[in-house]
């Protein structure tokens, strides 16, 4: 894949591949995030601490619970980190990425844009990133690699046909 600071760990337990994020590539991630995200919470605004999060009501618990007057207002999070923005709600403990979150609350067609978007802003979505490869690019490379197996396939046939003949042919040569 192009474009990418691919370092691999050689660390017990790690995965083995980590991508290295660049400032631009993180400024790209959070500009698109911000796009998808935008009025996902109720009544999201942006937070006073934190300039860059936003803070409003949980799409998830904030519809079913009803208040109860001695229960404090616990909110919604969407922080950004080295990897986008993350949700989090102090209520019901959800803790997601952002396309998690979009996919549960706007749907797999807009969730299946968003990535769509972060694939085309630069390939900022698969291995090592916290969103999936969009469907269109994991049927294509799951194409490829099915096409590179029977390549694969078919030049080892062809080898172990050869090395058969090799191997037998003066046995052949040899009755007649």
């Not at 192009?2 to 995965?15: I, L, P, R, V, W």
């Amino acid at each position: 894949m192009k474009g990418k600071n691919y370092s691999y760990s050689t660390q017990k337990g790690s995965y083995g591949l980590t991508v290295n994020i660049t400032p631009q590539m993180l400024d790209q991630i959070k500009e698109i995030d911000g796009q998808y995200l935008v009025g996902i919470l109720k009544d999201q605004e942006f937070s006073r601490v934190h300039r860059e999060s936003w803070v409003g009501k949980c799409p998830f618990c904030s519809s079913r619970k009803k208040r109860n007057s001695q229960e404090s207002y616990k909110p919604a999070y969407l922080n950004p980190n080295n990897m986008g923005y993350v949700f989090s709600c102090c209520s019901c403990k959800t803790s997601t990425t952002a396309y998690k979150l979009i996919q549960a609350v706007r749907g797999d067609c807009v969730a299946e844009e968003y990535l769509e978007a972060r694939w085309r802003a630069g390939e900022l979505a698969g291995g090592g990133f916290n969103c999936p490869l969009p469907q269109r690019v994991r049927e294509q490379l799951l194409s490829e690699k099915e096409q590179r197996k029977a390549a694969h396939k078919m030049e080892y046939e062809l080898k172990k046909a050869r090395n058969y003949i090799a191997k037998y042919e003066h046995l052949n040569t040899g009755n007649q």
